[in-house]
């Protein structure tokens, strides 16, 4: 799958929207910001783990860790930092250009804690 070569480490937001969202996604969009980032807004059908607890050895939850994974932070320093980490784990790992505040440009959806409408902070 073009998504997962060495060559493009990173994805586009509408790579990664295509690739982990509707029926039957072929990756996991997992988002690598603190509670209160994740909390103001994050993608519809994300994952979090924060890379803090990445970095401190946690492994994405058992729903991701079998699957491709495109991370996602704010701007795409922190997804960076996380997709490396996760590929020497062993896993398969992108991230996403411009993160969160490029989802949002793009006019892609972004959810509260509650389910509403959120905002990238």
Do not use: Y
């Not at 996602?72 to 062993?90: D, E, F, M, P, V």
């Not at 006019?107 to 389910?115: A, I, K, M, N, Y």
Request: glycine fraction near 10%.
């Amino acid at each position: 799958m073009f998504l997962f070569r060495r060559s493009q480490p990173h994805v586009s937001v509408d790579q990664a929207r295509s690739r982990t969202s509707g029926d039957r996604p072929d990756a996991v969009l997992l988002d690598v910001r603190e509670n209160p980032e994740w909390n103001a807004g994050h993608a519809p059908g994300a994952i979090h783990v924060p890379l803090s607890k990445l970095v401190a050895g946690a492994g994405p939850p058992a729903e991701a860790s079998d699957r491709p994974l495109v991370v996602i932070c704010r701007s795409g320093h922190r997804s960076q930092q996380a997709a490396k980490l996760l590929n020497q784990r062993g896993q398969k790992a992108v991230d996403v250009k411009g993160g969160m505040n490029a989802w949002a440009a793009a006019g892609h959806p972004v959810l509260d804690e509650r389910g509403n409408h959120g905002q990238v902070a």
